[in-house]
């Protein structure tokens, strides 16, 4: 399970993955300040410019630490951030990690999470060595459901009040997908 720079950045049919740098917490500011896109996100939406630093901080810890990696999705021709997706809680000893996403709206049922989820998922399995990428999901959250269902994630159970945010208890959905699937 290797963390190293430079940053890789990965590129499909309309996308690059690629770092978040600070120049970028105005694009991330736009769709993270979104009621819309917080509602399932485990955290209040954004309020400045220092909450998405903050973020892109955040990003930048997990892949220094080598706990997990964060890509900014940019459509081919635009370098603004439109969402971002990776994996956080990489635990080399049970060779696992927890997958995550993030969309502006303006951007969403166009493909472009499938997309870009399709192209970090063989990453996590063959540069991490993953057998098992898990995904929690508020069972309130039909599009995430559809999404990881679509792309072969199976749900094993219900956490229930599994995590408090934003002021209550929330229930989760474990999925997963093993690298044998």
């Known amino acids: 399970m290797e963390l ?5 950045v ?3 049919k309309r996308l690059f993955l690629r770092e978040v740098v600070p120049s970028d917490a105005a694009s991330i ?7 819309e896109v917080m509602e399932y996100f485990g955290m209040e939406p954004f309020q400045s410019e220092q909450d998405a630093l903050e973020e892109i901080q955040w990003y930048n810890e997990i892949f220094s630490n080598k706990t997990g990696i964060r890509w900014g999705i940019t459509i081919k021709g635009n370098d603004a951030v439109i969402g971002s997706c990776g994996f956080h809680d990489l635990s080399k000893k049970h ?6 996403a993030e969309l502006s709206k303006d951007y969403w049922r166009k ?3 499938t997309e870009a989820l399709s192209a970090i998922i063989p990453y996590g399995f063959n ?3 993953l057998m098992r990428i898990q995904a929690l999901i508020e069972p309130p959250n039909t599009a995430s459901i559809r999404l990881f269902e679509r792309i072969g994630f199976s749900r094993e159970g219900l956490l229930r009040k599994y995590e408090y945010t934003c002021g209550k208890f929330d229930d989760l959905y474990m999925y997963s997908l093993l690298k044998t699937d």
């Open 127 to 129: 540069h991490f060595n």
């Open 4 to 8: 190293t720079k430079p940053f890789p």
């Open 111 to 113: 493909g472009i999470m």
């Open 10 to 12: 990965l590129e499909t």
């Open 29 to 35: 500011l736009t769709y993270l300040s979104d009621q």
């Open 95 to 100: 060779v696992r990690g927890e997958i995550g």
